[in-house]
T-cell receptor
């Protein structure tokens, strides 16, 4: 069964304190791993797509990496405005035309000044 | 360019009633997907439509249905509402052949 597990569930950091969020996955034929940011009461905001092991993508203080079993979202010197829930999702293979995403439950990040 | 838009923003319904949620994709996007997000959980896939045809369906009962119009906008209908249908309903659009999906702000449905 296709599954995504994120850890930790919640993370509290001091401003400037770097850390990493984990996303482990089990999927039949990965056709993309996605990171989204979600603010309370709003829709997810697209951050990154990763396709193959060894791939890395960066955006401002965020860097996403991918292995065959997991992905990490590294946050360098975070600021309070980085506080949000970070969602990881995979798009399974297995044929068919659907672009269905399977999401984890997210990591709630709080960055204190 | 405008992003994905959804209406209404909030909705309160009574058990047993029916509801229709609406979504307009980003201009040029022909694929629309619907997700349900219960508080504290990640979004769960309900439907995908592309060129007005259903391309995928998640593990939801037949009370849930959807359609896509010639202008690529979409409606999600839920009949015989249950308390457990209370959630944030998200619409996402994507370009033909693209994997990235862009989400709207969602419709918060409360069933009492």
């Amino acid at each position: 069964e296709d599954q995504v597990t994120q850890s930790p569930e919640a993370l509290r950091l001091q401003e400037g304190e770097s850390s990493s969020l984990n996303c482990s996955y089990t999927v039949s034929g990965l056709r993309g791993l996605f990171w989204y940011r979600q603010d309370p009461g709003k829709g997810p905001e697209f951050l990154f797509t990763l396709y193959s092991a060894g791939e890395e993508k960066e955006k401002e203080r965020l860097k996403a990496t991918l292995t065959k079993k997991e992905s990490f979202l590294h946050i360098t010197a975070p600021k309070p405005e980085d506080s949000a829930t970070y969602l990881c999702a995979v798009r399974p293979g297995g044929g068919g035309a659907t672009n269905k995403l399977i999401f984890g439950t997210g990591t709630l990040l709080a960055v204190q000044p | 360019d405008a992003g994905v838009t959804q209406s209404p923003t909030h909705l309160i319904k009574t058990r047993g009633q029916q509801v229709t949620l609406r979504c307009s994709p980003i201009s040029g996007h022909k694929s629309v997907s619907w997700y349900q997000q219960v508080l504290g959980q990640g979004p769960q896939f309900i439907f995908q439509y592309y060129e007005k045809e259903e391309r995928g369906r998640g593990n939801f009962p037949d009370r849930f249905s959807a359609r896509q119009f010639p202008n690529y906008s979409s409606e999600l209908n839920v009949n015989a509402l249950l308390l457990g249908d209370s959630a944030l309903y998200l619409c996402a659009s994507s370009l033909q052949g693209a994997v990235e999906q862009y989400f709207g702000p969602g419709t918060r449905l409360t069933v009492t």
